[in-house]
């Protein structure tokens, strides 16, 4: 089992539309999860943190966690074709050591 | 900020040459990653540091992989000697304090014929 599971798509929602992305892990004691949104042939941006159970919301994008369930997902509203890039989680392991590690990424592509 | 500065972007090597890319985090930043990322593989976290010091390497693949932090404000990361299964996009990354999530730079992009 991968420590940080997506899937990898592509998923495919209509401008406008909610789009939904998903990731689980594994380590129960994990504290910290981020989202990060990279371009094709560019760097990983931070887009998102949470760490506490619930929502989260900034702009158009919400951010849920839920450490029962070990799972995050990132919700993007009004989704623009702009949005369409890779989505990748990431965890902090147990122990606050600083270290992300990172799921494969799910590409969203948002047609007009 | 200038952010997170890499160099070289682009690099071609043959087989068997040394590699070495650069590294200067946003200062004031204490933590320091280098990450591989390949299409097959996603992001690998290789080595990271924390105010100068290794703290978890155990993702460098081979030792054929070294990597230092001098100061505060510089990192290499070396291959040598390189291979062709060594291509991929590496990046640099810094992070205030831990818990935080990282600033990347704009990745050098490895090529080993």
């Known amino acids: 089992q991968k420590e940080v599971e997506q899937n990898s798509g592509p998923l495919s929602v209509p401008e406008g539309a909610i789009a939904s992305l998903n990731c689980t892990y594994s380590?129960?004691?994990?504290?910290?999860f981020f989202w990060y949104r990279q371009y094709s042939g560019k760097s990983p941006e931070l887009i998102m943190s949470i760490y506490s159970n619930g929502d989260k919301e900034d702009g158009r994008f919400t951010a849920q966690l839920n450490k029962a369930s070990q799972y995050v997902s990132l919700l993007i509203r009004d989704s623009q074709p702009s949005d369409s890039a890779t989505y990748l989680c990431?965890?902090?392991?147990?122990?606050?050591?600083?270290?992300?590690?990172f799921g494969q990424g799910t590409t969203l592509q948002v047609k007009p | 900020d200038a952010g997170v500065i890499q160099s070289p972007r682009h690099e071609v090597t043959e087989m068997g040459q040394e590699v070495t890319l650069r590294c200067k985090p946003i200062s004031g930043h204490n933590s320091l990653f280098w990450y591989r990322q390949t299409m097959m593989r996603g992001l690998e976290l290789l080595i990271y540091?924390?105010?100068?010091?290794?703290?978890?390497d155990s993702g460098m693949p081979e030792d054929r992989f070294s990597a230092k932090m001098p100061n505060a404000s510089f990192s290499t990361l070396k291959i040598q000697p390189s291979e062709p299964r060594d291509s991929a996009v590496y990046f640099c990354?810094?992070?205030?304090?831990?818990?935080?999530?990282?600033?990347f730079g704009s990745g050098t992009r490895l090529t080993v014929v």
């Open positions: 990431a965890v902090n392991r147990a122990g606050n050591t600083g270290k992300l590690i």
């Open positions: 380590d129960r004691g994990s504290q910290s």
């Open positions: 990354a810094s992070s205030f304090q831990y818990g935080y999530g990282y600033t």
């Open positions: 540091f924390n105010n100068n010091v290794p703290i978890d």
